[in-house]
């Protein structure tokens, strides 16, 4: 049962389309997020969703409601701003409980929901601060109060993390994760950071230029990307052009295997790096290493081939048996490839 | 061992330094020095030291009078400009970039006029048979003409008129570091307009209302052609009455004396003002 339907939503600046044709519909509950490289349309997607931006066509429906000329403080949502937001001026306590303010809940409920909300985000002792005191991982938990705070039917993130350095994202991934399925919000994240949305999201939606270029649950969308783009933005990815003849890809010179039901015609054939295995025997392809890196819990080889330098990924479990300007043989598994049809 | 000291930055400010000392703090010294001689009518500048001067600034009501007139008007001007100019510059800050330039220079129009020409223009528009006056009797509004050359009022509406832009320009740099994004979070949450403009934007730009507050104060506490012109010899503020002490009477110790008290008070208030809003809203100055 669709919670949140956005219908044929479109945003026109003059003659550019930031968004073009969006059809997405989201359940109660589930956490989407809308990934995508700078420019794509995502954050525009986000700003007609909460408000900010009137779309040029297209509607926007909650629980069935149409929301489209709705003004943002009416609609209700709770939204977490990139740059958090925070009023600066009010302490965490007095940031957390504007919106209830703005209700008009009276100060006791508000208190108490206010303490409530802090404790949820494990913020209870630095109700008292301001908001330049704290760190910035402190500070995104308190966006996250303030918005969840009011009981909004839908959360809107917008690149939440984007402030955060490295290993606090990771740390503040988990924790969103865990708070929205204990929370049960339905929610709506945007993100340019790929392993960020296969941490979090139930569902990707994957943009470029304006379009959605596949929706699908994070494992499906790597496993099967139905083209060039989301096989290349989602994860690492070899990708060669090729003529599928029915039982084999022709790649230049090369057969190589594909899975069964790939389109026939011209194709792209793609295959992940870690799928790609060295082989003395068998090899489908031969090449010499020219690169090979160390990155902590894998090793990665740029191996040069007639088809052009393929990157193979092996996992770490000791040193590996071939180095920098070895002669190596690759191979993989038909069913590990995919084929789609060239122009998708 | 011991860094050596990088002794440049002190030579480069040295002649910036020399042009303050000899145009600022000796004036001030030698005014401070002369309103500490006695006046003697035949001779004007007496011999020795005396607190006279100030003890009769101290008595007279006469003074007392034009004192409360002078910070009176000058705590006026001082809040009709923030009630002007905080909205101004919000507004301005939130034009396209083309209009907002040709916004700026109407905004700083009346700081490009000279403030004579500019003062003589509002006569030529407060004056009983100026422009205002004879348009609203030509309308039948009224039949006699309103008094406001020669008046309070008709002082406070020119000094608005040429002190706002520093309002504007304060409150401009400080809306300049306002997050956008806190308007919006704030609507999201249920705001309304007023709401976020009172509880949101107004006190992120305190310190730029505190600094435009403590500039056109201490300009309209100082400023002497427009109420000399507009409010002329009948409603005296401090700086026309130490120019007459000076040039009128020849008593030149009794001039230097109020200009004295002129400048103590107004550095009194500005600071008591800054020390007052910076510690009431701390958390905006960082």
């Known amino acids: 049962m669709a919670f949140l339907e956005l219908h044929g939503l479109v ?323 038909g069913e590990h490839a995919r084929a789609v049809a060239r122009g998708a | 061992m011991q860094e050596p000291r990088n002794l440049l930055p002190y030579w480069l400010s040295t002649p910036a330094a020399l042009a303050m000392l000899a145009f600022v703090a000796l004036p001030l010294v030698l005014t401070l020095s002369l309103s500490l001689y006695p006046f003697v009518p035949s001779t004007g500048v007496g011999e020795g030291l005396t607190a006279a001067n100030y003890a009769d600034i101290a008595k007279d009501e006469y003074f007392h009078t034009i004192f409360a007139r002078t910070f009176g008007m000058a705590l006026l001007v001082t809040a009709l400009c923030v009630l002007i100019g905080v909205p101004e510059a919000y507004v301005l800050s939130r034009l396209s970039s083309r209009w907002r330039a040709v916004s700026m220079v109407v905004v700083l129009g009346p700081l490009l006029i000279s403030v004579v020409v500019r003062t003589l223009g509002w006569a030529v528009l407060l004056g009983n048979e100026g422009v205002i006056n004879k348009s609203l009797m030509a309308l039948g509004l009224i039949t006699e003409p309103i008094k406001m050359m020669f008046t309070f009022t008709g002082v406070v509406v020119a000094l608005v008129h040429v002190l706002v832009p520093f309002m504007v320009l304060a409150v401009w740099a400080s809306l300049q570091k306002v997050d956008p994004a806190t308007e919006d979070a704030a609507e999201s949450l249920g705001a309304g307009l007023p709401t976020v403009l009172t509880r949101i934007v107004f006190p992120q730009v305190i310190p730029g209302v505190l600094s435009g507050g403590l500039i056109v104060f201490a300009l309209a506490a100082s400023a002497f052609a427009t109420p000399a012109i507009i409010g002329g010899r009948r409603l005296k503020v401090v700086p026309t009455t130490i120019y007459d002490e000076f040039l009128g009477n020849l008593n030149w110790p009794l001039g230097a004396a109020l200009a004295v008290v002129l400048v103590i008070v107004v550095l009194a208030v500005s600071l008591g003002m800054n020390r007052f809003v910076e510690r009431r809203w701390k958390q905006v100055f960082q």
């Open chain 1, 11 to 333: 945003k026109r600046y003059g003659d550019f389309t930031a968004v073009a044709d969006c059809e997405l519909s989201v359940s109660q509950g589930e956490f989407v997020c809308l990934l995508g490289p700078s420019g794509c349309g995502k954050t525009t997607t986000l700003q007609m969703v909460a408000g900010f931006t009137p779309p040029s066509a297209g509607r926007i429906l909650l629980d069935g409601k149409d929301i489209t000329d709705v003004k943002p403080n009416q609609r209700g949502l709770g939204i977490v701003f990139q740059s958090y937001a925070l009023f600066p001026h009010m302490t965490v306590a007095d940031n957390v409980a504007f919106g209830l303010e703005m209700r008009g809940v009276a100060a006791a409920e508000r208190s108490k929901r206010v303490a409530d909300t802090l404790e949820l985000v494990h913020l209870t002792p630095l109700a008292g601060r301001y908001p330049r005191e704290l760190s910035g991982g402190q500070r995104q938990r308190v966006a996250m109060a303030r918005a969840l705070v009011i009981q909004p039917p839908v959360l809107l993130l917008d690149e939440p993390m984007g402030a955060l350095d490295a290993k606090l994202r990771e740390e503040m991934q988990i924790e969103l994760r865990a708070l929205q399925h204990r929370v049960g919000i339905t929610t709506i994240m945007v993100t340019h950071d790929q392993a960020e949305a296969m941490t979090l999201a139930d569902r990707v939606v994957l943009m470029n230029k304006g379009r959605i270029e596949q929706i699908g649950r994070p494992f499906e969308m790597y496993e099967q990307p139905n083209g060039r783009f989301s096989s290349t933005f989602l994860g690492k990815a070899n990708l060669f052009e090729g003529r599928h003849e029915g039982g084999a890809v022709l790649v230049g010179s090369a057969q190589l295997p594909c899975p069964a039901g790939a389109p026939l015609g011209l194709v792209d054939y793609i295959v992940r790096p870690e799928k790609v295995n060295f082989a003395s025997t068998d090899a489908l392809l031969r090449g010499r290493v020219a690169a090979r890196v160390f990155l902590g819990n894998y090793w990665l080889f740029q191996v040069d081939t007639p088809l052009g330098t393929l990157q193979v990924t092996q996992a770490n479990v000791g040193m590996p048996a071939v180095a920098e300007g070895d002669e190596v043989g690759l191979a993989w598994a």
